[in-house]
C-alpha cells in the first residue's frame, strides 16, 4: 500500500519523535544502572560517616573518663590528708574518752561508802549495835579492772573485726556500766528487841542510797550473860536522784 503525505514536515517529526523515544529508552536504562551505583555509594558513605560518629563518641567518652580519673586521683590524693588527719583525732578523742571514762568512775564512787554508813549510822535504833559492816561484792572501780583485767575487757570473738576506735570505747563504756553497778554489802549486828531489828530494815529499805535489805540469818546468842538476838542482813547500794545529790566546787586558795 502506498501513503502520501500531504502535510509536509509529518514526516520528519515522526522520525525525530522515534528517535527522542528510543533516546528516552536508553536514558532510562542508563539510569537505572545509575541507582545502583549511588546505591552502593550511599551505602559506603552512611557506612563511612557511622564509624566516624562512633569514633568521635568513643573518642569523647574516653577524654571524659580520662578528666573524671585525674580528677578523682587529685581528690584521693588531698583527701587522703584529711582522713589520715580524721583517723588521728578520732584516736585522741577515744583515749581521752576511756581516761575520762576513768575517771569518772573513781569519783562516783569515791563517796560511797561514806555515805552507806552516813545512812546505817542514822537507820540504827536504840538497843541495837552492830558488830559488822563488810563489802561481799566485787569493788566497782572501773580503773582497778582496767588495769590489772583488760584480758577480761577486751573484745571478745564477736568484735574481733572492730576497729581500734570502736573496741576503746566498747572497753570505756565498759568501765563505765561497771562503776554504776551496785555494791552488795552484808551487816551484822545484835538488838535486844525484835521489833528494833524490823525498824532498822526499814529505815534502811527507806534510805536513797540503799536496796534490797534482807535478813539472812537471826540467832538468839548470849553476850554478857545476856540473850540478845544476833542478825545478818544483806543489802546494796543504789544511785540516789539526781537531786538529792549536792556538789559544790572547792578551790585551794593561795598561801
Do not use: C
Request: glycine letters at 4%; a positive charge; zero cysteines.
Amino acid at each position: 500500500m502506498i501513503q502520501v503525505n500531504l502535510l509536509p514536515g509529518t514526516a520528519a517529526k515522526s522520525r525525530d519523535r522515534s528517535f527522542n523515544l528510543g533516546g528516552m529508552i536508553a536514558g532510562a536504562t542508563a539510569g537505572v544502572r545509575d541507582k545502583f551505583m549511588l546505591a552502593a555509594v550511599a551505602s559506603v558513605g552512611t557506612v563511612v560517616l557511622a564509624v566516624g560518629l562512633l569514633f568521635m563518641s568513643q573518642s569523647n567518652l574516653e577524654r571524659n573518663l580520662t578528666e573524671r580519673e585525674q580528677k578523682a586521683l587529685q581528690d584521693s590524693a588531698r583527701y587522703k590528708v584529711v582522713l589520715a588527719a580524721k583517723e588521728k583525732a578520732e584516736a585522741t578523742r577515744d583515749s581521752l574518752y576511756q581516761q575520762v571514762a576513768i575517771i569518772k568512775s573513781i569519783d562516783d564512787s569515791r563517796f560511797l561508802w561514806p555515805h552507806l554508813l552516813e545512812e546505817i549510822s542514822n537507820a540504827l535504833p536504840q538497843y541495837t549495835w552492830l558488830t559488822l559492816v563488810t563489802q561481799t561484792s566485787a569493788p566497782p572501780s572501773a580503773a582497778f579492772q582496767d588495769t590489772v583485767k583488760k584480758a577480761r575487757n577486751a573484745p571478745v570473738d564477736t568484735t574481733k573485726k572492730m576497729s581500734d576506735a570502736e573496741a576503746k570505747k566498747i572497753r570505756a563504756d565498759a568501765i563505765l556500766a561497771d562503776a554504776a553497778r551496785a555494791t552488795k554489802f552484808r551487816i551484822v549486828g545484835h538488838t535486844v528487841d525484835i521489833q528494833a531489828l524490823t525498824l532498822f530494815m526499814k529505815t534502811l529499805e527507806a534510805s536513797p542510797y540503799i536496796q534490797n535489805v534482807q535478813i539472812t540469818r537471826s540467832e538468839l546468842v548470849i553476850v554478857d550473860t545476856k540473850e540478845v538476838t544476833e542478825f545478818q542482813l544483806e543489802a546494796e547500794s543504789q544511785q540516789p536522784p539526781a537531786f538529792l545529790v549536792k556538789t559544790v566546787s572547792y578551790a585551794l586558795g593561795d598561801k
